[in-house]
């Protein structure tokens, strides 16, 4: 019985674990754009959320270069110049407006001032760590839960 529990609660604990914390985290809604180096554009196209998806569209120089309909932990990976790695985070209902969470594990975004910043894996740990001061987000917040309990049953 107690070694169920520990399978159990291993599993949680690698469900809650958010794999793509590394890059820069966005919220975009419908039309909504990110700028990236080499005048590259990824625009939301359209977000359902009751299905779970969201259509993505990289466009370069105005032209539509690939385009993916991509889900809750799906991946959109564009190999150019510098390799562009998006992940679809999560995706809301909103009251007028819908909403998909990307993060942006790599890729060099176009700041509005127009200066650029390199997101990719080789970030250091400071940067990390500024990025996801102050507090634990949700997933976290379940990931320190489920090592509470792990770290209970182990010992009872």
């Given at each position: 019985m107690r070694s169920l529990l520990k399978a159990i609660v291993a599993i949680i604990l690698c469900a809650c674990m958010h794999t793509g914390s590394c890059g820069v985290t966005v919220m975009l809604t419908t039309g909504e754009s990110l700028q990236f180096a080499g005048n590259l554009t990824l625009?939301?196209?359209?977000?359902?959320?009751?299905a779970g998806k969201v259509w993505l569209t990289l466009y370069s120089s105005g032209s539509p270069i690939?385009?993916?309909?991509?889900?809750?932990?799906?991946?959109?990976?564009?190999?150019?110049?510098?390799?562009i790695d998006i992940q679809v985070i999560n995706i809301y209902a909103g009251g007028d407006r819908d909403l998909v969470v990307l993060d942006v594990i790599e890729g060099i975004l176009a700041s509005p001032t127009g200066s650029f910043r390199n997101v990719s894996y080789e970030e250091t740990d400071a940067a990390k760590k500024v990025r996801t001061a102050p507090g634990l987000g949700a997933g976290e917040t379940l990931v320190a839960?489920?090592?509470a309990i792990l770290a209970s049953v182990w010992h009872s």
């Amino acid at each position: 019985m107690r070694s169920l529990l520990k399978a159990i609660v291993a599993i949680i604990l690698c469900a809650c674990m958010h794999t793509g914390s590394c890059g820069v985290t966005v919220m975009l809604t419908t039309g909504e754009s990110l700028q990236f180096a080499g005048n590259l554009t990824l625009v939301v196209e359209d977000v359902d959320p009751q299905a779970g998806k969201v259509w993505l569209t990289l466009y370069s120089s105005g032209s539509p270069i690939t385009s993916s309909v991509l889900g809750i932990g799906d991946h959109f990976v564009y190999y150019g110049v510098k390799r562009i790695d998006i992940q679809v985070i999560n995706i809301y209902a909103g009251g007028d407006r819908d909403l998909v969470v990307l993060d942006v594990i790599e890729g060099i975004l176009a700041s509005p001032t127009g200066s650029f910043r390199n997101v990719s894996y080789e970030e250091t740990d400071a940067a990390k760590k500024v990025r996801t001061a102050p507090g634990l987000g949700a997933g976290e917040t379940l990931v320190a839960l489920a090592v509470a309990i792990l770290a209970s049953v182990w010992h009872s």
